[in-house]
């Protein structure tokens, strides 16, 4: 367990504070593309601080504090200009790096402008998600990783949780919540609805062993019935430090997205890839987005499919939990380690480094490592996790069974020499 | 293990049957690992 005061340097993300240092020298994504086709402007929240988020006539992407600095009204009512942002008060002008341009009720020879400048920082597309820095110069690159880049169709299911992003982070390494969350509840759940449970869940776990690397923690486990030759523990998949899993299966590649709002919100993504092989797909403007919910009108959380548990996992270990009164065992080492990394980083952020992960050479893709037969499951696994997961839920849910089916069946012919 | 102060390192304490073990991170030498809290000090013979 840890004290008040290690819980607090963990979980507070604010300005100022050692963790909200650490966590602004990253990128998050933070809107989609699409919430600007209607509209050049809106507001978005990030690591307890308010932003105005824009798109330019020419398509570039501004970020700026949301409170303008003269008497602090939203810009994000304001007039986008193809070199940044105008305040619909007064009509105080604002460059991309927050500078201010134009003070229209001021007389042109002050010099009033040059000494106010908004907080600011820096935006870009990505995968069909607007992307934004608000850390200190110089910024890193943003990582292209593989999920983002390559070909293949697209869903994002996202929804906002009512708690910290820190604990959904810590069951990132807690392989055990596998079998009993997924494998015996999801069981015990069945039977009591009638209904069948996924059974790749189920298995024990014999072995389980955890790999810093250098974008976060490699996962690794052997369960009962497979060896250290088997894809879960030959190449496992990670923890993409500070605020991300990697997951996937036959060809199913997912990063799960955990974008701190505050202390007590997190913007939680599915981000998914699918890209069978042999498949055949056409091409997509955009991914398609929904949103997935995890919680009746009546307030009790929906939990007959595995990131619905998962999510009652986490909001009912309250808005921040209380680690000064947790009871660890030695399945929790993950755990352990994952807050060691947070601290160590925090202490590199502290002395001047650049924390884990942070990119600066200019590249095309990062490819993460992650399974592919994943639980030995085969093709089965991928039904399963589309009908079983929150992807129950995407628009195209027909369309993405129809993929891997298709593409199965063309490997299989392709095999057989047909 | 350097013997510094863990005052900016790290303690995670977790249990083991009736162990308390102290998984341990100091931030001045980057040592990781478990220290297992006794209670007896005791030397086993059974080597003998």
Same mark, same amino acid.
């Given at each position: 367990m840890l004290t008040v005061e290690q819980n607090e340097e963990l979980t507070r993300v604010g300005p100022g504070r050692p963790m909200g240092d650490l966590l602004r020298r990253y990128w998050y994504p933070i809107a989609f593309e699409?919430? /600007?086709?209607?509209?050049?402007?809106?507001?978005?929240?990030? +690591?307890?601080?308010?932003?105005?988020?824009?798109?330019?006539?020419?398509?570039?992407?501004?970020?700026?504090?949301?409170?303008?600095?003269?008497?602090?009204?939203?810009?994000?009512?304001?007039?986008?200009?193809?070199?940044?942002?105008?305040?619909?008060?007064?009509?105080?002008?604002? *460059?991309?790096?927050?500078?201010?341009?134009?003070?229209?009720?001021?007389?042109?020879?002050?010099?009033?402008r040059d000494r106010v400048r908004a907080k600011a920082g820096r935006a870009e597309p990505l995968g069909g998600m607007v992307w934004v820095y608000v850390g200190p110069e110089p910024a890193p690159l943003l990582p292209r990783f593989d999920v983002y880049v390559l070909d293949g169709v697209r869903?994002? *299911?996202?929804?906002?949780?009512?708690?910290?992003? +820190?604990?959904?982070?810590?069951?990132?390494?807690?392989?055990?919540?596998?079998?009993?969350?997924?494998?015996?509840?999801?069981?015990?759940?069945?039977?009591?609805?009638?209904?069948?449970?996924?059974?790749?869940?189920?298995?024990?776990?014999?072995?389980?062993?955890?790999?810093?690397?250098?974008?976060?923690?490699?996962?690794?486990?052997?369960?009962?019935?497979?060896?250290?030759?088997?894809?879960?523990?030959?190449?496992?998949?990670?923890?993409?430090?500070?605020?991300?899993?990697?997951? *996937?299966?036959?060809?199913?590649?997912?990063?799960?997205?955990?974008?701190?709002?505050?202390?007590?919100?997190?913007?939680?993504? /599915?981000?998914?890839?699918?890209?069978?092989?042999?498949?055949?797909?056409?091409?997509?403007?955009?991914?398609?987005?929904?949103?997935?919910p995890w919680r009746r009108d009546d307030g009790t959380l929906i939990t007959d499919y595995v990131e619905g548990q998962d999510i009652m996992a986490w909001v009912s270990q309250g808005p921040i939990v209380d680690?000064?009164?947790?009871?660890?065992?030695?399945?929790?080492?993950?755990?352990?380690?994952?807050?060691?990394?947070?601290?160590?980083?925090?202490?590199?952020?502290?002395?001047? *480094?650049?924390?884990?992960?942070?990119?600066?050479?200019?590249?095309?893709?990062?490819?993460?490592?992650?399974?592919?037969?994943?639980f030995g499951a085969g093709t089965a696994f991928t039904d399963q996790w589309i009908k079983g997961g929150s992807m129950r839920y995407a628009p195209i849910r027909d369309e993405l069974l129809a993929l891997h089916r298709d593409a199965a069946q063309a490997r299989a012919r392709a095999a057989a020499g047909g | 293990m350097c013997g510094a102060a863990l005052e900016r390192g790290m303690v995670c304490e977790s249990w083991s049957g009736a162990q308390r073990n102290f998984m341990t991170w100091c931030a001045a030498c980057s040592w990781m690992g478990d220290v297992v809290r006794y209670d007896r000090v005791a030397i086993s013979e059974q080597h003998r």
């Open positions: 699409q919430d /600007f086709d209607a509209t050049p402007s809106k507001t978005v929240r990030l +690591l307890g601080e308010d932003w105005t988020l824009y798109k330019t006539p020419s398509g570039r992407y501004g970020i700026i504090a949301e409170h303008c600095p003269h008497r602090r009204a939203s810009l994000t009512y304001g007039v986008v200009h193809p070199d940044g942002i105008r305040c619909g008060y007064h009509g105080w002008k604002f *460059g991309f790096d927050g500078q201010c341009l134009e003070q229209p009720a001021e007389t042109e020879s002050s010099n009033f869903d994002i *299911g996202y929804t906002t949780l009512p708690c910290n992003w +820190l604990q959904i982070m810590e069951n990132a390494v807690d392989p055990h919540h596998v079998e009993w969350l997924h494998g015996y509840y999801f069981e015990f759940l069945g039977q009591i609805g009638g209904f069948e449970a996924p059974k790749s869940f189920q298995k024990k776990h014999v072995k389980v062993a955890f790999d810093e690397f250098e974008f976060g923690i490699i996962k690794r486990r052997v369960l009962e019935g497979h060896s250290d030759e088997d894809d879960d523990w030959k190449i496992g998949h990670p923890l993409v430090f500070p605020y991300c899993m990697r997951v *996937g299966g036959m060809w199913v590649d997912q990063m799960q997205i955990r974008v701190p709002i505050d202390d007590t919100h997190t913007w939680k993504l /599915f981000y998914t890839l699918h890209h069978p092989e042999a498949g055949t797909w056409e091409r997509q403007d955009r991914p398609v987005v929904y949103e997935f680690r000064s009164t947790e009871h660890l065992g030695r399945s929790d080492a993950g755990v352990a380690l994952l807050r060691k990394l947070f601290k160590e980083n925090m202490q590199l952020v502290r002395d001047g *480094g650049d924390p884990l992960g942070t990119v600066r050479t200019p590249h095309e893709i990062i490819e993460l490592p992650c399974e592919r037969d994943k | -």
